[in-house]
């Protein structure tokens, strides 16, 4: 344990004493700092941006005129995604998805979905973010850092007078990357403590009961992923009989890692399970709605069978001595009808969505950056779980407005004449707006088991290929 501690400390002087290390220190440091700015403006502007259109949006609704329950309906409103409790820290396809739903009677307006290659981190590859710099970033600061950790050995003769006094070559290894890990540390510790500066100043992440967790959660998935970059690299550089070929051989490790892989994941799991576009989309759903008949037919089988179960329930024989309003129950039918088409329709696009994530996250047994990228943005109520959940909820709340509405207008409007009748305005204020919570912490990761192991698997298969080897070529 002493001569492994001595050379820790010796391979951790080497990289301080190094003009390269503080420079490489600095400019992570350049990049940290204008990640977390430019993130925490974007931020702040489109919170800003949001809360300004929430205001507005109820200022229009509650300033409606008296006016008939179904022009109310289809006047509509709009539902707005909260950002995630981490969402300055890790984007994840927040960015690309859509965060706002005008929400209206009878029509289902889905937001924006992001396939397969949008949800990999090839396609990010651009988006300067804490997270980015510290999943993408930072494993190439440990390749510069350790690709040449054996071969100075060898240059200076010093690997020979270590196996001449008997160091064992496992306590040379675990020492070398004992101590690229603590040259590691300020780069790690840097990104992580802004990150939790930058979160600390959103009223999202303070706000959450979670948000402890959730940032150790990050920290550990980071940490795990970092550690299987330090086992790597140690490897490698043991492995190689020069700096030239150990960096080349990283480099290639990372790209494949980093891009090519999660690359053809991505279109893989968008081949085994394709994506209708919107419009395709939205026209499944009428079709599978005109299924169940057509309102506006009085003699349609459906609703013919409708009417006649309505006036049987209230003991009458036409509908104009109904006590309530026909053509307002039959619209609430009609918007409960079409509402179930479209969570089957929705249900199982969601499933597929979910089924090409899977893909990906299988796919990190090749790509541990796929595991700590799934981690993060599930950590950070900014994944793809996050978004089905925000679409869910402003559904069951488009659908509850709307039969509040058909509701009022069945109760409060005459059957005669309907069309020319109004309700009092103040009807409308008592409607509340939209609101979403962030997706709890422990069904967000509900199913991360497999990306965990993977980074667990990534962080020991290294170490234990050090620990096997015999010796280490002079």
């Not at 058909?406 to 009092?424: G, I, M, P, W, Y």
Request: hydrophobic share 50%.
């Amino acid at each position: 344990m002493q001569a492994l501690l001595t050379i820790a400390r010796a391979e951790w002087r080497l990289h301080l004493r190094r003009r390269g290390f503080w420079l490489l220190l600095g400019l992570f440091a350049a990049l940290v700092v204008a990640a977390g700015t430019l993130n925490r403006t974007r931020q702040v502007r489109e919170r800003a941006q949001q809360l300004a259109f929430q205001q507005l949006v109820r200022a229009q609704w509650e300033g409606q005129p008296d006016r008939h329950p179904h022009r109310v309906s289809h006047y509509g409103t709009f539902a707005f995604k909260p950002p995630g409790p981490l969402a300055v820290f890790d984007p994840g396809v927040d960015s690309f998805s859509g965060r706002v739903q005008y929400l209206e009677a009878h029509r289902q307006n889905a937001a924006n979905f992001p396939a397969a290659g949008e949800l990999s981190s090839a396609f990010r590859l651009g988006e300067l973010s804490l997270a980015f710099l510290l999943q993408t970033v930072l494993p190439l600061v440990v390749i510069i850092l350790g690709c040449r950790m054996f071969v100075d050995e060898r240059e200076s003769g010093r690997f020979r007078l270590l196996a001449g006094q008997g160091v064992d070559p496992h306590t040379l290894a675990l020492g070398k990357l004992a101590g690229l890990a603590a040259a590691t540390t300020p780069f790690l510790a840097l990104g992580l403590g802004a990150a939790l500066a930058v979160a600390w100043t959103d009223p999202a992440f303070r706000g959450d009961s979670d948000a402890a967790t959730r940032a150790s959660v990050v920290a550990a998935a980071l940490a795990l992923h970092t550690l299987a970059w330090l086992g790597l690299t140690t490897w490698i550089s043991a492995r190689a009989r020069t700096a030239a070929t150990a960096c080349a051989a990283l480099v290639s490790c990372w790209l494949l890692g980093t891009v090519l892989v999660p690359r053809l994941a991505a279109v893989a799991a968008e081949a085994r399970h394709p994506l209708p576009d919107k419009s395709s989309f939205a026209a499944a759903v009428t079709a599978d709605t005109k299924q169940h008949g057509d309102s506006h037919d009085p003699n349609d089988p459906h609703f013919a069978r409708f009417r006649a179960e309505t006036l049987a329930r209230y003991g009458v024989r036409r509908i104009e001595d109904l006590p309530v309003n026909y053509g307002a129950m039959v619209m609430a039918r009609v918007e409960e009808l079409s509402a179930g088409t479209f969570a089957r329709h929705f249900a199982a696009l969601g499933d597929k969505m979910q089924a090409q994530s899977a893909v990906l996250e299988r796919a990190a047994v090749v790509a541990p950056f796929l595991a700590v990228r799934t981690l993060s943005a599930a950590a950070a109520g900014t994944d793809l779980r996050a978004q089905l959940r925000f679409q869910r909820e402003a559904e069951a709340y488009r659908f509850d407005f709307v039969q509040r509405l058909n509701a009022l207008h069945r109760d409060a409007v005459r059957f005669e004449n309907d069309r020319d009748q109004k309700l009092a305005a103040d009807h409308w204020r008592r409607f509340p707006d939209f609101r979403a919570d962030p997706l709890p912490l422990r069904e967000a990761l509900a199913g991360t088991g497999f990306a965990w192991s993977a980074l667990a698997l990534w962080a020991a298969l290294p170490l234990a290929a050090l620990a096997r080897r015999k010796r280490w070529a002079a």
